[in-house]
């Protein structure tokens, strides 16, 4: 049995999904109707991250576990998770990660909890597997709205370049360890094949949907007030100091590893965009 958290997110639907017939899968999520909404496949269970006792009961009889957590505003989620995993006696846990806890120079509140979530797992006494991305290609579709009605993409550090990661290729990674096609004790970091900027991406939009696109370029103020209206005040900053690390360079460098993992070179830009145009027609 081989149990996702975050399986109603992104790269955790994905991983659900690609799961589908190979081994019996169970999802843990906090609404179990969510799933069925979504149409996802396996047995979905009821499990908060706040509460150990539903976690405990999610997890037994599974063999291996996809961790995704999301708020680092609550660290015990975490804790609780492993701990539970270890009381039901999972085998092994593939960890989603991030790219920025390699980097000596992020400081910030989501990178932080991430080390912290990194170094519970390593001494929590279950094989791991940890997986670090860089940023998702999937972020674009934030701009999805604005291209619809506007013809804009309008984004922060416009010109500086991030080596994105199509999430397709991330959870072909995590299947492969979960199935034990990839090793436990490893980290992995996971780069796209090339690093773009948001004004580079915004032209290959344009080209993809054969319209015009503009790219109207933020200042770290302007990004910090629209984070800040949306997120509690300790993400904002995270984000802004996130931000600051792109525009000086920090997650340009390309990463061959999953190209080597996954026999194949890695999806670009270029190749989700048109798998994903229907977001933004």
Aim: net charge positive; hydrophobic share 45%; proline share 6%.
């Amino acid at each position: 049995m081989i149990a996702v958290t975050g399986a109603t997110g992104t790269v955790g639907g994905l991983v659900a999904r690609l799961l589908v017939g190979t081994h019996p899968l169970r999802l843990l999520v906090r609404r179990p109707q969510r799933a069925g909404e979504l149409g996802l496949p396996g047995e979905a269970v009821a499990a908060d991250f706040g509460d150990p006792a539903s976690l405990t009961g999610a997890l037994r009889g599974v063999h291996a576990l996809f961790v995704v957590t999301a708020n680092p505003l609550q660290p015990a989620h975490d804790h609780n998770l492993l701990s539970a995993a270890r009381r039901s006696g999972v085998g092994h846990i593939v960890k989603l990660s991030a790219l920025a806890v390699a980097d000596e120079q992020a400081d910030d509140l989501i990178t932080r909890w991430q080390r912290h979530n990194e170094a519970r797992l390593r001494s929590c006494g279950v094989p791991w597997t940890i997986l670090r991305p860089r940023s998702f290609m999937s972020n674009s579709l934030a701009w999805a709205p604005s291209i619809r009605t506007r013809g804009v993409v309008q984004a922060p550090v416009g010109t500086s370049r991030n080596a994105c990661i199509a999430p397709q290729d991330i959870a072909e990674v995590a299947v492969r360890a979960l199935t034990g096609a990839a090793g436990e004790g490893m980290t992995y970091p996971l780069t796209g094949p090339q690093a773009l900027s948001a004004a580079e991406q915004t032209a290959v939009l344009a080209e993809v949907l054969d319209r015009p696109v503009r790219f109207v370029d933020m200042t770290l103020d302007q990004a910090y007030q629209a984070w800040s209206a949306r997120y509690p005040e300790p993400i904002a900053q995270a984000l802004l100091h996130s931000a600051r690390r792109q525009q000086e360079g920090s997650k340009q460098l390309t990463d061959p590893t999953l190209e080597k993992l996954l026999d194949r070179p890695a999806l670009t830009y270029r190749d989700w965009a048109r798998q994903h145009r229907h977001h933004f027609a």
